[in-house]
């Protein structure tokens, strides 16, 4: 190996790892082929073929390569940089290398797998993109790390139950907190309900109990009648500003934000009849419900005053339609919850729920459905082809079941609405730089295993903003989202990407544009001297994802670790004709 | 500092000690199986994304193998439980490998030479695995485990072809069981859940005939990683399947065995014929429903992809009995709901739905440590507390609850770490 050493003494040197993935990779590219044609490669001293380079095995084996073949750039041939890339980075770290000075070719995703019918090809694409990748890498220059302090301070949008939840969580953890309500009153969507699912419990004692607890401590400082008036900054060290109603303004720092804005109930205008009076939405039921228990305590009235009949209930009303396609979760518990208290004030009064699927999942709400089958509320399923139609007097429907249409006298009307896009969620979106599904709720990191995180560091969501949610499961991303904000607030810095955009001050010329294009906020316009302005970037906010780059016209902007010399020996490895 | 007790390592146990580490908080994970990963690690592909399971969940597992705040306990229980809330004293017991953890390099030299073959539970005893083995490839920690009931020296004392061929010295046919103490101030419980034995019910068959599936093993089959490479083939006679019909409420929903609903199936049966479709575009695929429940986020969208661009039919019914014909294809006898007659299908293969059921060992460790279960033998926990048990400093996340998807027990993860770090400041 000295003898290497001596010989190319100028050269960069390259040790190149070809991942097997199982069968993943190796079922179709002949991966010794690959190990063996990327030794023949401009700088490379040393390469093998790993079963899994990701396991323990193959990263000490990196960090031996590392060291007994003084490697100074690491490119590793494997399944994808989306999941493996941090564990690749650590292990040159840990072996002393910069962590930028390793490359990843996508041989799995974007090769084997797709190319499963053609092995040669998929061999040949595989040298290929190793050849680019050992030119790019032969480049690759040591990026730094920025440390920057967290602010233990935490930001929650929304004074509802599962703003509150956090904040209370936080709190008994040590934190500051800043609650922002829009309303003057904590409490959100709960103080509206009567009774709780599946127990039918008061609502108002829990989320009362709750208000107490946040109003006791000391660290949770509460804005109510306030929004979001401005955030700058990034994770672990936000600018906030807060507007109340008088127009005035708090301003202060903060580490993390968690979005609980709730939603809104969709209000049924022009469907099935609905008039607010005889054709109701359920939580105006839910209202009456409450103002009819109340006028029995007042008024020492028998337990029967509810001289309703029978009340239909229908469900999916602007729901699971073309314009409005998802099912919001929470209606068929919701009515069910609301015909069994129509029962309680009344054993005599008949509740009809017409369904399309009783959406009651797992433990609780099935035997919740059961309890309302068995305390006599009939259910009706209909479907799509067939609405139900609201006449005089008289609900008419198609019977799915029975196959046969039936006409149901009626006192009460009750529609079961979704829930929709709380107001403002698109304005909160766009301040705080986070996406929006296409219903409007929030979008989060991903949908199966961060689903608590935004795509941006240090922001994160829960409750009916997210997605409509049963109010369990909505306590439970409360706590959830508090967990993940207390792993940024119980650090002393966070630590940014190298990978950001550097601009170059004596090419830019000050256009702007890559502070239109940023989807972070992470480059800003900056006074030189007089009259002249170049863009700074702010590399903690910076994602490096390239987009200022693409648009600089001078060349000023440059993407590190995609810089142009970068892609374009990549693009000229490509183009060489390999045999 | 104090410490959090973690038992289980599926994806809920994992997210909660990473969430607890990422605190500064010591997190022991005590896992009952030679590797972490749990179910997940089993699955092929995740709805409603589609993204590969395993390459999703093996990140994680690495990051509680690196991560300097974990330790990781497996091939190991919890046998004793003493002390309260605040200061807990955990035994715990670690079963023997026979393969030191610390000398082992994963090689798979010692599994080449093994001689015994015994059927792979990992693969649903779809294929077999040899007497040492590696649970699956990104198995953490990467090690190998001698599997003694099954091991000729371990039985018979003659063989030992592993320790010969191991150039790491790692095979130790004379380790023992080793107990620990464990001080934690909190602890989460994370074991996870079982699957309802069909062939309970005779009616589908599930044990007399071959082509007579359940979802689990159907996810090992059309699994790249499964022993057939993803070709999801008939048992029976090898021949690509091209014709299945999924059997929703497989023991759910049932008075005589699961009152609850599974929460899950609606969207795995989709799932599964979706991928089964993508594929071999032959694949036609029937799904055999009673209500559809898919009310989770993006999942109508998802059945919708599924009607429209795959082909997938849903058939509300209740499936009576499956019998088979002479050549094996399941016939589903079913009654439609559309017209309320009897009717019946002939597929390649049937794939049962069947219900999540408590582990039968939740009952034992909830009484070891304290905690109630519910009437259906999961653990109990407040619908408005949703990750506290009965008892303080005790918590309860995913599907030792309740059968719950993926980001339900991932939320709930995050949620009982949040929990255990407030009590144990």
């Excluded at chain 1, 008289?394 to 529609?415: F, M, N, Q």
């Excluded at chain 2, 005790?394 to 993860?413: H, K, T």
Aim: glycine content about 8%; aromatic content about 6%; some cysteine.
């Amino acid at each position: 190996m000295s003898h290497v050493t001596m010989t190319q003494n100028e050269e960069t040197r390259v040790g190149v790892f070809v991942c097997h993935c199982g069968s993943n990779i190796a079922g179709y590219v002949d991966v010794a082929a690959v190990t063996a044609y990327a030794r023949t490669l401009p700088g490379v001293v040393f390469a093998q073929d790993n079963m899994y380079t990701c396991s323990d095995g193959g990263l000490t084996e990196i960090k031996t390569a590392i060291k007994t073949h003084a490697l100074e750039r690491v490119v590793v041939a494997a399944c994808t940089p989306r999941t493996h890339e941090p564990l690749f980075r650590d292990a040159c770290r840990e072996a002393g290398l910069n962590p930028y000075l390793f490359e990843f070719v996508n041989i799995r995703d974007q090769c084997s797998w797709v190319h499963r019918l053609e092995p040669e090809a998929a061999t040949q694409k595989a040298k290929d993109l190793v050849r680019m990748g050992v030119a790019k890498a032969r480049l690759l220059q040591p990026l730094e790390e920025q440390e920057m302090p967290v602010e233990p301070v935490a930001l929650i949008v929304g004074g509802g139950m599962i703003g509150m939840t956090a904040a209370v969580n936080l709190a008994s953890r040590g934190f500051q907190v800043k609650l922002v309500e829009r309303e003057p009153e904590l409490g959100g969507m709960m103080l509206r309900l009567d009774k709780l699912y599946p127990t039918q419990d008061d609502a108002q004692p829990l989320i009362q109990q709750r208000v107490a607890e946040v109003r006791r401590s000391k660290t949770i400082e509460v804005f109510t009648a306030s929004t979001l008036h401005a955030i700058k900054g990034f994770v672990g060290n936000y600018d906030v500003t807060v507007r109340d109603r008088e127009g005035r303004l708090s301003s202060f720092k903060a580490g993390t934000v968690i979005v609980a804005t709730g939603a809104r109930v969709f209000t049924p205008h022009g469907m099935y009849g609905y008039d607010g009076e005889r054709v109701v939405t359920q939580l105006e039921l839910e209202k009456q419900i409450a103002d009819r228990r109340l006028q029995i305590a007042n008024c020492n009235l028998q337990p029967a005053v509810s001289n309703l009949k029978r009340v239909v209930m229908i469900q999916c009303v602007g729901a699971r339609i073309p314009e409005r396609p998802y099912c919001s979760r929470i209606c068929c518990t919701t009515a069910i919850k609301n015909a069994l208290e129509l029962r309680e004030l009344n054993p005599e009064t008949e509740v009809y729920i017409l369904y399309r699927d009783t959406e009651t999942q797992g433990t609780r709400y099935e035997a919740y459905y059961t309890r309302a089958r068995e305390a006599g509320i009939q259910f009706i399923r209909y479907s799509l082809d067939h609405p139900p139609q609201v006449g005089e007097g008289r609900v008419v429907v198609y019977d799915e079941l029975l196959g046969a249409k039936l006409g149901i006298p009626y006192d009460l009307v009750v529609l079961s609405t979704p829930l929709v896009a709380q107001e403002g969620a698109h304005e909160l979106a766009q301040m705080l730089k986070v996406p929006l599904d296409e219903h409007g709720f929030f979008l989060e990191a991903h949908v199966k295993l961060r689903p608590l995180d935004f795509a941006t560091d240090g922001v994160y969501v829960a409750g009916t903003c997210r997605w409509p949610s049963h109010l369990e499961e909505t306590i439970a991303q409360a706590y959830g989202a508090a967990a993940r904000a207390a792993t940024i607030l119980t650090k002393e810095h966070v630590t940014s990407s190298g990978v950001v955009a550097r601009v170059d001050e004596s090419l830019c010329r000050g256009c702007g544009r890559c502070v239109e294009v940023c989807e972070f906020g992470a480059p800003a316009l900056v006074e030189v001297a007089p009259g002249i302005k170049v863009a700074r970037v702010n590399p903690v906010m910076c994602k490096g994802c390239g987009a200022c780059a693409s648009v600089c016209p001078t060349g000023a902007m440059a993407a590190l670790h995609f810089t142009d010399g970068q892609v374009m020996a990549m693009v000229r490895a490509a183009l060489l004709n390999q045999k | 500092m104090k410490k959090v007790l973690v038992i289980g390592g599926g994806i809920a146990g994992i997210q909660a000690a990473l969430d607890l580490a990422e605190m500064g908080i010591q997190v022991h994970l005590v896992e009952r199986l030679p590797t972490i990963g749990g179910r997940m690690a089993q699955l092929d592909k995740t709805y409603p994304t589609n993204d590969c399971s395993t390459c999703i969940l093996a990140p994680k597992m690495a990051e509680c193998a690196r991560h300097p705040n974990i330790a990781l306990h497996t091939y190991s229980e919890v046998t004793a439980l003493e002390g309260d809330a605040g200061e807990f004293r955990a035994r715990v017991l670690h079963y023997p490998r026979y393969v030191d953890e610390t000398k082992c390099t994963g090689c798979g030299e010692c599994v080449a030479k093994c001689p015994i073959r015994v059927p792979d539970d990992f693969n649903m005893g779809l294929q077999q695995r040899k007497a040492i083995y590696m649970t699956f490839p990104q198995a953490v920690p990467q090690v190998m485990t001698i599997d003694a009931e099954h091991c000729r020296y371990l039985q018979q004392g003659k063989c030992g072809a592993c320790a010969r061929v191991c150039e790491a010295h790692a095979i130790d046919f004379e380790q023992t069981a080793q107990e620990q103490q464990i001080d934690a101030g909190a602890i989460i419980v994370a074991t996870g859940y079982d699957f309802f034995d069909p062939g309970e019910l005779s009616q589908f068959g599930y044990h007399q005939y071959p082509n007579v599936m359940t979802a689990l093993e159907i996810e090992r089959l059309i699994s790249a990683s499964g022993p057939t490479e993803g070709h999801l083939i008939r048992p029976s006679d090898g021949r690509p399947a091209r014709r299945i019909g999924f059997i929703q409420c497989v023991g759910s929903r049932d008075v005589r065995h699961q009152r609850f609903c599974s929460a899950v199936c609606c969207m795995h049966s989709s799932k599964q014929a979706v991928l089964a479709k993508e594929h071999d575009p032959q694949v036609e695929s029937f799904v055999f429903y009673t209500d559809f429940r898919a009310s989770g986020k993006g999942f109508r969208e998802y059945v919708a992809r599924a009607r429209e661009e795959y082909g997938v039919t849903y058939v509300r019914s209740r499936v009576a009995q499956i019998t088979e014909d002479d050549i094996h294809n399941p016939i589903i006898h079913y009654e439609d709901a559309e017209t309320s007659r009897p009717a019946q299908m002939a597929v390649d293969l049937a794939v049962l739905a069947t219900s999540l059921i408590p582990r039968p060992a939740t009952t034992s460790l909830a009484y070891l440590l304290g905690i109630e279960i519910d009437a259906y033998g999961f653990i109990k926990t407040d619908p408005f507390a949703p990750v506290d048990t009965t008892r303080p400093g005790i918590f309860a996340a995913g599907c030792c609850r309740g059968p719950f998807d993926i980001p339900e027990s991932v939320i709930q993860a995050s949620a009982a770490a949040a929990r255990a770090a407030a009590i144990n400041i």
